[in-house]
């Protein structure tokens, strides 16, 4: 089973430090990552900068489709407009039936504001509390949701890169 977390931060920089944090608990094996991005967000700017990690994944990551879908359900749709929000809204409940539901998006959405970054990964067998312990002192909040194996094999079937 997959987990989808999101580390989120108290600045705009915390994201990217943390990064370091996770390539040391995967070099350790307390962690498997499928695929990572990060969300920058300073301070006075409308949307945030997203960047995915696909240097820190093997292959079988989600790709940039996924990160790029979950952050325009996140991030941008919510300014675009109520069309263009009910549509995305059909489409973003697709992702609940993969693990990813409504809760998750509007939690992540209402914590990761102007000022703040976040870490999303998704990952498999990690050790909880080395990795929690490694974020101790980062001021990290940790949002999650749980991808069972089919959930998983749904997403990558849906926006694998091609190999």
Same mark, same amino acid.
């Given at each position: 089973?997959?987990?989808?977390?999101?580390?989120?931060?108290?600045?705009?920089?915390?994201? %990217?430090?943390?990064?370091?944090?996770?390539?040391?608990?995967?070099?350790? %094996?307390?962690?498997?990552?499928?695929?990572?991005?990060?969300?920058?967000?300073?301070?006075?700017?409308?949307?945030?900068?997203?960047?995915?990690?696909?240097?820190?994944?093997?292959?079988?990551?989600?790709?940039?489709?996924?990160?790029?879908?979950?952050?325009?359900?996140?991030?941008?749709?919510?300014?675009?407009?109520?069309?263009?929000?009910?549509?995305?809204?059909?489409?973003?409940?697709?992702?609940?039936?993969?693990?990813?539901?409504?809760?998750?998006?509007?939690?992540?959405?209402?914590?990761?504001?102007?000022?703040?970054?976040?870490?999303?990964?998704?990952?498999?067998?990690?050790?909880?509390?080395?990795?929690?312990?490694?974020?101790?002192?980062?001021?990290?909040?940790?949002?999650?949701?749980?991808?069972?194996?089919?959930?998983?094999?749904?997403?990558? %079937?849906?926006?694998?890169?091609?190999?």
């Amino acid at each position: 089973m997959a987990t989808l977390t999101v580390w989120r931060f108290d600045d705009a920089a915390g994201a %990217e430090r943390a990064v370091t944090t996770v390539e040391q608990l995967q070099r350790q %094996e307390l962690i498997q990552l499928h695929d990572a991005a990060t969300v920058t967000w300073e301070a006075g700017k409308k949307k945030p900068k997203t960047r995915h990690l696909a240097d820190m994944t093997g292959r079988g990551a989600l790709g940039g489709a996924f990160w790029g879908f979950l952050f325009g359900l996140i991030f941008f749709i919510p300014v675009l407009g109520l069309a263009v929000g009910a549509a995305a809204g059909a489409i973003g409940g697709s992702l609940a039936h993969v693990g990813i539901d409504k809760d998750f998006i509007e939690r992540v959405r209402a914590e990761v504001r102007p000022g703040s970054s976040a870490l999303f990964l998704l990952t498999s067998g990690a050790v909880a509390d080395r990795v929690h312990d490694a974020f101790e002192g980062s001021h990290a909040q940790l949002i999650e949701t749980n991808l069972s194996e089919s959930d998983e094999q749904a997403l990558r %079937e849906a926006f694998a890169d091609e190999a």
